[in-house]
């Protein structure tokens, strides 16, 4: 069992290289492919067909290269995580962790470890991450099953998954970091999956600069910690917390909020998170719910305690949460786009996980990060299948699709209670737990007043704001009247096909089988529900839920967001945050880069130019003397010695 973690990394890695290496083999061309070809429409469409039937053979390659190992790391993790008895969220006593070291690094400084473990922590957060992927993986061959870049769209998913769980289970910080960076990678590629649309391109270099902007301060923070502990390894820095001063710790801890906030979609680096909902709709759920956004908060719970011991930093991530949480539900609440009202739900969501973190509860906080990836995977997969049915992600084109979908209708219904935190849904259950945080805080925790305040007030509201954004989504989707999208004529002789079934089994599966823990994972855990914050909760959200259903039954054809009034404008736009950067670094940047050019091509290459045009011009006077007329020179060395006679006579 000391292995598993390291297997359980191994195997989608080496299923990545394997799917990108061997994918593609082309097979054997038989003689009739061998003779040259013809141009006659039979011949043509011959080929197309034999084109086509290849790269349906590479996608089913590639497909099954990518699920079988992602379903072994699953198998190994949850064995880790139910065999040696794991109780992290239980809260009972820690566990031993299980792995081994592989070896040191000497670097002539702070050695680095090559440790993979699963601990308490590790262990849950493995099978969500396995799981999740295995789902995605499985739910992809259906989604992209024409793509003619599936193979290493999977084999970039199995890449992203090993990475991820080696952040999970790594032992050392910098063994950590390769992960985290590796994840970045990944996001880049996968999020511009389709780089043909240049709004795609775009959103994956977005999403790759900011997160990198926020890991150059992670980085440091890991220095920071590794130095003043002499070692990387995670349990000798916690180790060495105690003897740390407060500032060393303040200082570590803000450094790596700024990766946090990078990776977690946190304010102010959550300008990244709905711009990639331009990757196909498996990534958004991968993303959301068990990798790039879930590694921030699994950061600060790994390092916990040297997070509690930086009170500053409490209250900052205090802070930013409130402002996160509350600000994002707005903007889910004004969005058309199906995907990316559920974008501004995750940074909503995970501004609870950090107001979790930060009002002293790290159990609360994993808690409904796991339940979060549960019905998040769910909810965008969910998605997946009513943008295949619909051909769009506006909801001004949906509606009336609960007769059409009726098991992506039931199954998208639990997602969306569990994140109104209704019961018995999951959400319910650690909803409550970090709401019951942050109300202990309030009456006295490690937060200032303010700060603790600000916390509570902001997630009260923000209960009451995602229930009407979530009923507001389920309404203009499956209720109302139906839209009716004209189709474009099609060439004489071919007949309309109108899709009006669910989607394939392969993407059914996933959705089916993510339903049970969105709805029952609350009870995986023995439940500890404090009654006046859940009655509190589920009023609030019930309010929010009911204002949208009676201004959506008064009109369905209106969109309920009118409630918002004059703010309806500046939360669809995410109060012009992108366009405060814009003005305040991008254009300024830009500017600048464009006067490096400038000064590049005038100064630099035009000194280079101009001497160039210089040594020519003064060549040319010099090829005047040199014309081959000996009477010519004969007189110039004459006249040289005339001057030379008369100079010495005039000197002397």
């Known amino acids: 069992m000391t292995t598993f973690p390291l297997l359980a990394v191994l195997l989608p890695a080496i299923a990545a290289a394997i799917a990108l290496l061997l994918s593609r083999r082309p097979h054997p061309r038989t003689p009739a492919q061998e003779q040259p070809p013809r141009h006659t429409p039979t011949d043509r469409a011959r080929l197309a067909a034999a084109e086509k039937t290849l790269g349906e053979r590479a996608n089913t390659r590639a497909a099954w290269i990518a699920i079988l190992p992602t379903a072994a790391s699953a198998v190994l993790a949850l064995w880790l995580a139910w065999g040696p008895g794991f109780t992290f969220l239980d809260g009972g006593t820690p566990s031993e962790p299980v792995g081994r070291a592989y070896g040191t690094i000497v670097t002539g400084g702070v050695p ?5 473990q699963a601990d308490d922590l590790s262990a849950i957060l493995g099978v969500l991450v396995t799981l999740v992927a295995l789902a995605v993986q499985v739910y992809s061959v259906g989604y992209l099953k024409d793509d003619p870049r599936y193979p290493s769209y999977s084999a970039f998913i199995s890449l992203f998954t090993a990475a991820m769980l080696l952040v999970v289970y790594a032992g050392d910080l910098l063994v950590l970091y390769v992960g985290w960076e590796i994840m970045g990678l990944c996001s880049y590629l996968l999020i511009g999956h389709w780089w043909e649309d240049r709004g795609n391109s775009r959103a994956a270099v977005k999403a790759f600069l900011v997160t990198r902007l926020g890991d150059v301060g992670f980085l440091f923070g890991i220095f920071v910690l590794g130095t003043a502990a002499g070692s990387f390894r995670v349990a000798d820095v916690l180790a060495k917390v105690p003897d740390m001063s407060a500032a060393t710790l303040t200082t570590a801890t803000m450094l790596l909020l700024c990766g946090v906030a990078g990776k977690s979609a946190q304010v102010p680096l959550h300008t990244w998170l709905p711009d990639a909902m331009a990757g196909p709709t498996p990534i958004s759920a991968l993303i959301h719910a068990a990798t790039m956004v879930a590694a921030g908060i699994f950061i600060v719970a790994r390092l916990f305690p040297a997070f509690l011991a930086a009170r500053p930093t409490l209250d900052v991530l205090a802070v930013i949460a409130a402002i996160g949480m509350l600000g994002a539900a707005l903007a889910a609440f004004a969005q058309d786009d199906l995907k990316r009202v559920l974008a501004y739900s ?6 609870y996980m950090a ?18 990836g549960a019905f998040k995977a769910l909810l965008f997969l969910c998605a997946g299948a009513v943008i295949h049915h619909v051909g769009s992600n506006l909801m001004t084109q949906m509606g009336g699709l609960r007769r059409e979908l009726p098991v992506t209708f039931v199954a998208m219904t639990v997602g969306f209670a569990a994140l109104m935190g209704l019961p018995p849904a999951s959400g319910f259950f650690s909803k409550d737990s970090v709401l019951a945080a942050m109300d202990n805080a309030l009456a006295g925790g490690g937060l200032t007043d303010a700060a603790a305040l600000l916390l509570y007030g902001c997630a009260l509201a923000t209960v009451a704001v995602t229930g009407a954004y979530a009923t507001r989504a389920w309404l203009r989707t ?11 004529e099609p060439e004489p002789g071919t007949a309309h096909v109108v899709d009006v079934t669910e989607a394939p089994r392969t993407m059914l599966v996933p959705v089916m089988l993510l339903t049970v823990p969105a709805l029952l994972l609350g ?3 023995e439940p500890h529900v404090d009654l006046a914050v859940a009655a509190i909760s589920v009023v609030l959200a019930l309010l929010g839920a009911g204002v949208v259903y009676a201004v959506w039954r008064g009109d369905p054809l209106t969109d309920p ?5 004059p703010l309806r404008a500046p939360c669809e736009h995410a109060f012009y945050v992108d366009g405060l950067y814009a003005a305040l670094f991008v254009r300024p940047i830009m500017a600048l880069a464009r006067l490096v050019v400038r000064t590049d091509d005038v100064v630099v290459d035009g000194a280079v130019r101009g001497s160039g045009r210089t040594a020519r011009g003064l060549s040319g006077w010099l090829r005047l003397a040199q014309n081959g007329n000996v009477q010519l020179y004969v007189s110039g060395v004459l006249a ?10 005039m000197l002397t």
């Open 346 to 351: 995750t940074v909503s969501q995970l501004a």
């Open 561 to 565: 967001a009118r409630l918002l009034g």
């Open 112 to 116: 680095i470890s090559l440790v993979l």
């Open 355 to 372: 107001g979790g973190l930060a009002a002293g509860s790290d159990r609360a906080a994993i808690f409904h990060l796991v339940t979060h």
């Open 523 to 525: 009870f995986a855990v």
């Open 640 to 649: 040289g010695v005339l001057l030379i006679a008369v100079g010495a006579v």
């Open 478 to 488: 499956f209720f109302g009247p139906p839209r009716v999208v004209a189709l474009p």
